[in-house]
């Protein structure tokens, strides 16, 4: 075991690299000179000077690469480009917003997934199975940032035109903006929980289904164990291990996912930050948060495959 | 067993009497076992229809998706403009309309792009292993670290925000999604002994790659291509949402969405129809990909 994480680790190395390669590269792979585009078009001499003199862009590009990672080794990701703050600073300030999204939205996901998956799969075939399995495919094909915006209309807002869905009307149960209170929580976590949520039901059952067929389950209830135990302790047990994968996938997709959620809600996370700073052309912080962002993903896949091996002994992964 | 001789079935070593043939035989398998399945048949059906309005759009659209009528902006849904019209007083419906073709363009090319990288990689990897199987894989890695829309998002930043772009953005975010499928079934199809023959008959690689493996991975390919075109929209109007796709005043959906969301106080239609399309032709591709995998795993019985 201790091995395997040793071997996991040392894989892990050169994909870091490789993320930090591309995430170097972003800047100067823009048509253009970046100092120019992050100055604006019609900037003047000096100040687009000042700005390659600031960033390094006269260097090597090598050069600049090993100092990009060795300052990024010890937690300086440069300055913005439009306010000067610092960018570690300013992307730790929104780290764990971005985080507790995702957070919360893989809890409600792997609740609502969970259940959804295990009655479809022990009434496989019936009208709750198919309802079940039907709601499931909408919420995987559901785009979040429109959900965001009917939860929004439905349940933050509410209907202000006479004749149109009388019988809702104006509501304030949650707060369409913002972030940290109950009712400002509510929302962003339904919005990017949802499908999610979908693809663990999915996975749960089949999982179950699969599980339900083997022997093992036919000798509990053959000795007569209660269908209740065979169902929740026999079975769920081991049909749980592959959904722990997806949990895992889900959980660093959603913090991917969390940008368009952010930016429809206009919560103050890693996700609107990168989206702002694209839009400002503000690149040391479109690479800082992108860069942060791709590691907590790659240490969380990694946590996840130990978790998964320790889980599943039976399985080899070499 | 049963997988085994499904594979085999690509191949033509084993020449078989007309009433036998073992591939027309799997293909009307194949067929009757996906007409069997209403969430495919719809699927395919709702997909069969875009792409019809995609060609008649012009004809079917009762307005010009982009003449402004300022005069009777924000209105509701009525008989004059079945979807209300929009800020700027188009008819949403007929923008809708117009907006089919780009997104479809946008999920079918987007997919064929990164499924064609994704599949020579994905072979080459397989087929070869060793120190090129690692290369690949560990590049593929790097772009798999990008969670979600991210990868997608750094490549519009880099390139900048048009129909184009976003096509490629999405493309190539796809491309290790294709490649790992590609790889694991080469690797299984690799194993069979006909491959060995054809190697001790001399055959070359690119033969064999292109005359033996292909062939006997379409089915897994097929199935998360059309899965992939459902994923391909959903980020390719995410990024147009986000104001980095396509650019107004074209049709986009993800685009109308983002000019729908001022207006949630007193319009609320102007959000509601465009997301309402999204929704039906991700749906679409959807239950046609889940409908082949089941068409096509011989787990499940006729």
């Known amino acids: 075991m201790f091995k395997y994480i040793i071997r996991r680790l ?31 078009e019609s900037a003047p001499e000096q100040q687009v000077e000042n700005i390659r003199e600031r960033l390094g862009l006269n260097e090597p590009l090598h050069v600049q690469y090993l100092k990009y990672v060795t300052n990024a080794v010890q937690g300086d990701l440069g300055n913005s480009v439009r306010s000067g703050r610092d960018v570690s600073a300013e992307v730790g300030a ?35 199975d198919t309802f079940i399995m ?26 202000d035109l006479p004749g149109w869905i009388p019988f809702i009307e104006k509501t304030s149960w949650f707060k369409p903006s913002g972030w940290g209170s109950f009712q400002q929580v509510v929302l962003p976590v339904i919005t990017l929980g949802t499908g999610s949520a979908a693809i663990i039901a999915r996975m749960t059952r089949s999982s179950m289904l699969d599980v339900i067929n083997q022997d093992y389950i036919r000798t509990a209830r053959a000795k007569g164990v209660k269908e209740r135990i065979v169902i929740y302790r026999h079975a769920l047990k081991n049909a749980l291990i ?51 962002i791709a590691l907590l993903f790659v240490f969380v896949n990694l946590f996840v495959d130990i978790t998964y091996r320790f889980l599943n002994k039976r399985i080899d992964l070499d | 067993m049963k997988q085994t001789s499904q594979l085999m079935d690509g191949s033509n070593l084993s020449p078989m009497p007309p009433d036998l043939n073992p591939k027309a035989k799997y293909r009307r ?48 849904p009525s008989s004059d403009h079945w979807f209300g019209t929009d800020n700027f007083g188009r008819d949403i419906f007929s ?86 499928v590609v790889r694991g079934s080469t690797l299984s199809v690799k194993k069979l002994e006909y491959i060995d023959a054809m190697k001790a008959l001399g055959a070359s690689d690119i033969r064999i790659i292109f005359k033996h493996i292909f062939p006997n991975i379409t089915s897994p390919l097929i199935v998360q291509a059309t899965l992939y075109i459902a994923t391909a929209i959903l980020s390719a109007s995410g990024l147009s949402f986000l104001g980095l796709g396509a650019q107004p005043p074209d049709p986009e959906w993800g685009a109308m969405l983002s000019d729908g969301r001022s207006y949630l106080y007193n319009a609320p239609h102007v959000a509601l129809f465009p997301g309402l399309a999204i929704v039906v032709v991700v749906l679409a591709f959807n239950m046609l990909g889940d409908g082949l995998r089941d068409a096509f795993d011989p787990k499940t019985k006729e």
């Open chain 1, 10 to 40: 040392i894989q892990t190395i050169p994909v870091l690299i490789g993320v930090s390669l591309f995430v170097f590269s972003m800047m100067h792979l823009v048509p253009g000179d970046p100092a120019q585009i992050m100055a604006g």
């Open chain 1, 94 to 128: 929104r780290f764990w917003v971005t985080v507790e999204l995702a957070i919360y939205s893989t809890i409600l996901a792997v609740f609502i997934g969970l259940i959804a998956g295990v009655i479809s799969a022990t009434k496989k075939y019936t009208i709750s």
């Open chain 1, 134 to 159: 039907l709601i499931a495919l909408f919420g995987l094909s559901m785009p979040n940032f429109w959900l965001g915006l009917m939860l929004i209309q439905w349940f933050a807002i509410g209907f």
């Open chain 1, 242 to 292: 592959p959904v722990v994968t997806v949990v895992g996938l889900q959980f660093g997709g959603l913090l991917g996912g969390a940008a368009i959620t952010e930016s429809v809600f206009a919560i103050n996370g890693m996700g609107k930050l990168v989206i702002d700073a694209i839009a400002a052309r503000d690149f040391p912080i479109v690479q800082g948060t992108i860069l942060v």
């Open chain 2, 29 to 76: 398998v194949l067929f009757y076992k996906f007409m069997r399945n209403k969430t495919a048949l719809i699927g395919g059906i709702l997909i069969i229809l875009f792409i019809f309005i995609t060609i008649f759009g012009s004809i079917i659209a009762p307005y010009d998706p982009y003449t402004q009528d300022i005069i009777n902006k924000l209105q509701g």
């Open chain 2, 95 to 180: 923008r809708v309309i117009h907006g089919t073709s780009i997104t479809l363009f946008i999920g079918f090319s987007s997919v064929i792009l990164g499924a064609t990288v994704g599949v020579l990689l994905g072979i080459i990897s397989g087929y070869y292993g060793g120190r090129i199987d690692s290369i690949i894989m560990r590049l593929m890695d790097v772009l798999l670290a990008f969670p979600g829309i991210l990868l997608a998002l750094a490549i519009v930043t880099i390139l900048g925000g048009s129909t184009m772009n976003v096509v490629y953005a999405v493309a190539i975010s796809s491309i290790p999604v294709f490649a790992r």
